[in-house]
């Protein structure tokens, strides 16, 4: 299995930040990476796709890069509906896995 | 609008049998994988397996592999997480999702609401 090991696993920030969370496979997996976002007792929300594809509706303020081991999403000015779980996920074979997640906070 | 929604909560003892179900709709839903995901009280989301319901290929992670079975009914849209004996374990969120695929990438675009399985004595 490809292992996706994320960084943090949590941050606390203020409203306004530009926040960075970083992503790495244990082995090569092209662009094939996602980003989700959780909130307490709702399922996962699409964010990225394709390493740095912004899905429909998602606000411009997320943002993903990176290829072969190394992802980043970046939120440019962290809102308060941001405060979540993000997690990565690797498409690029089965079965797919997802990193251990970060959890933001408000500071 | 595509929507997939999963049956109810669930109680069991350890041992008992379980099916719980996802329901597609506003789509082709044998055009679509389908995936299951755990989410253990606390924890983060871990891949299951896959289904294809146009036909019924199906992958599973090796962590699950003979642990549970994925299927599904695509006359009525529907795809199944079951467990023949269930274990304290268990205990969890299970959600279904859409894997979609745009190009070569591919991604779970729509989740459902989840089904807490709660086994306990």
């Known amino acids: 299995d490809i292992q996706m090991t994320q960084s943090p696993s949590s941050l606390s920030a203020s409203v306004g930040d530009r926040v960075t969370i970083t992503c790495r496979a244990s082995?090569?997996?092209?662009?094939?990476l996602n980003w989700y976002q959780q909130k307490p007792g709702k399922a996962p929300k699409l964010l990225i796709y394709?390493?740095?594809s912004l899905q429909s509706g998602v606000p411009s303020r997320f943002s993903g890069s990176g290829s072969g081991t190394d992802f980043t999403l970046t939120i440019s000015s962290l809102q308060p509906e941001d405060f979540a779980t993000y997690y990565c996920q690797q498409s690029y074979t089965t079965p797919r896995t997802f990193g251990q997640g970060t959890k933001v906070e408000i500071k | 609008e595509v929507q997939l929604v999963q049956s109810g909560a669930e109680v069991k003892k350890p041992g008992e049998s379980l099916k719980i179900s996802c329901q597609g709709s506003g789509y082709s839903f044998t055009s679509y994988w389908i995936a299951w995901v755990r989410q253990m009280p606390g924890k983060g989301l871990e891949w299951m397996g896959i289904i294809h319901p146009g036909d019924s290929d199906t992958r599973y992670s090796p962590s699950f592999q003979g642990q549970v079975t994925i299927s599904a009914d695509r006359s009525i849209s529907t795809a199944y997480l079951q467990w023949s004996s269930l274990k304290a374990s268990d205990t969890a969120m299970y959600y279904c999702a859409r894997e979609s695929r745009e190009l070569s990438e591919t991604f779970f675009d729509s989740w459902g609401q989840g089904t807490l399985v709660t086994v306990s004595s």
């Open positions: 082995q090569s997996i092209s662009s094939y």
């Open positions: 394709g390493a740095y």
